[in-house]
C-alpha cells in the first residue's frame, strides 16, 4: 500500500522556520523524483520545490527560492523542505508528490503551514 505521510507543520511567526517532512513507503522511493506542492482554500495547487531521483537536480519556484532547501534520505524513504525566512504568504496547505512516469502519481494528505505573528 502506498502512502506518503507529511508531517512538520504548524504556527510559526513570521522569519521564522519549520522543516517539513514526507515518509513514503509501498513503493520504491529512491526511483521517483519528489516535489513539495502548496495549496491555498480558493487557489490552484502550486509547485514549491522538486528533486530528482537519485540525488538530482532541484528546482524551486521564484517565490521561495533562496529560502527554501528541499532534500532528501534514500535510506529513510524520506524528503524534506527546509523552509526559511517564512512569510506570511507562504502560509497553505503543503503536499509531497512522488512521480515515476504518467502511471505512478502519488500524494500525501498534506500539512497546515501558518505564518503569522
Known amino acids: 500500500q502506498v502512502q506518503l505521510v507529511e508531517s512538520g507543520g504548524g504556527l510559526v511567526q513570521p522569519g521564522g522556520s519549520l522543516r517539513l517532512s514526507c515518509a513514503a513507503s509501498?513503493?520504491?522511493?529512491?526511483?521517483?523524483?519528489m516535489f513539495w506542492y502548496r495549496q491555498v482554500l480558493g487557489k490552484e495547487r502550486e509547485l514549491v520545490a522538486g528533486m530528482r531521483s537519485a540525488g538530482g537536480s532541484t528546482n524551486y519556484a521564484a517565490s521561495v527560492k533562496g529560502r527554501f532547501t528541499i532534500s532528501r534520505d534514500d535510506a529513510k524513504n524520506t524528503v524534506y523542505l527546509q523552509m526559511n525566512s517564512l512569510k506570511p504568504e507562504d502560509t497553505a496547505v503543503y503536499y509531497c508528490?512522488?512521480?515515476?512516469?504518467?502511471?505512478?502519481?502519488?500524494w500525501g494528505q498534506g500539512t497546515q503551514v501558518t505564518v503569522s505573528s
Open positions: 509501498g513503493f520504491t522511493f529512491s526511483a521517483y523524483a
Open positions: 508528490k512522488a512521480i515515476s512516469g504518467p502511471e505512478h502519481v502519488y
